[in-house]
Antibody, heavy 121, light 113 residues
Framework: EVQVLESGGGLVQPGGSLRLSCAAS????????MSWVRQAPGKGLEWVSI????????YYIDSVKGRFAISRDNPKNTVYLQMNSLRVEDTAVYYC??????????????WGQGTTVTVSS | DIVMTQSPDSLSVSLGERATINCKSS????????????LTWYQQKPGQPPKLLIY???TRESGVPDRFSGSGSGTEFTLTISSLQAEDVAVYYC?????????FGPGTKVDIK
């Protein structure tokens, strides 16, 4: 069964850091793009970042550029989201998503259950 | 950025009746080289992560009931539930992956009348 499972969320003070992990199983991880999408409490979905499955190219939404970094460890079947200089407005459930191919201009076909990040003093 | 809008914000439909959700993009998401619309529909049930329903605007994901269908091209798209079932109560989002930053519509909440 194709699955992705997030971990690493928690409560952090403004300006702090967290690293989210997403462990994948059931597919050839290195062949697929992976993405992060977040959902603030009671709000809609916001795409955050993506890493391709071919050349590790990365893209980010403007509000996290320079603060967040997506990376992948193919032997460990894991994608990460390093989040620095966290702001209150980064509070959300963060979902890890599997792309339907290595290319990043594709739909995301599998979502994880999400991990909650709360930024508060 | 490509802005996605959806209408209505919410709708109440009787069991067995049709539900229609509209999605518009501020720019075309049709890629002329392959004639594909980079438009996806997701369903999010209460307390659950979203689930893929429709991709390339009109291709139903494997396992999705055939009462769900997608149509449209360019900047205007529609998700139709032909005969609403109780398990279809959810928020539905359209999503463009044509240009960065990828964006989602605000969602349409569907419930039972």
């Amino acid at each position: 069964e194709v699955q992705v499972l997030e971990s690493g969320g928690g409560l952090v003070q403004p300006g702090g850091s967290l690293r989210l992990s997403c462990a994948a199983s059931g597919f050839t991880f290195s062949s697929y793009a992976m993405s992060w999408v977040r959902q603030a409490p009671g709000k809609g979905l916001e795409w955050v970042s993506i890493i391709s499955g071919s050349d590790d190219s990365t893209y980010y939404i403007d509000s996290v550029k320079g603060r967040f970094a997506i990376s992948r460890d193919n032997p460990k079947n894991t994608v990460y989201l390093q989040m620095n200089s966290l702001r209150v407005e980064d509070t959300a459930v963060y979902y890890c998503l599997k792309g339907s191919s290595a290319n990043y201009y594709i739909n995301m076909d599998v979502w994880g259950q999400g991990t909650t990040v709360t930024v508060s003093s | 950025d490509i802005v996605m809008t959806q209408s209505p914000d919410s709708l109440s439909v009787s069991l067995g009746e049709r539900a229609t959700i509209n999605c518009k993009s501020s720019q075309s998401v049709l890629y002329s080289s392959n004639n594909k619309n980079y438009l996806t529909w997701y369903q999010q049930k209460p307390g659950q992560p979203p689930k893929l329903l429709i991709y390339w605007a009109s291709t139903r994901e494997s396992g999705v009931p055939d009462r769900f269908s997608g149509s449209g091209s360019g900047t205007e798209f529609t998700l139709t539930i032909s005969s609403l079932q109780a398990e279809d109560v959810a928020v539905y989002y359209c999503h463009q992956h044509f240009r960065f930053p990828f964006t989602f519509g605000p969602g349409t909440k569907v419930d039972i009348k």
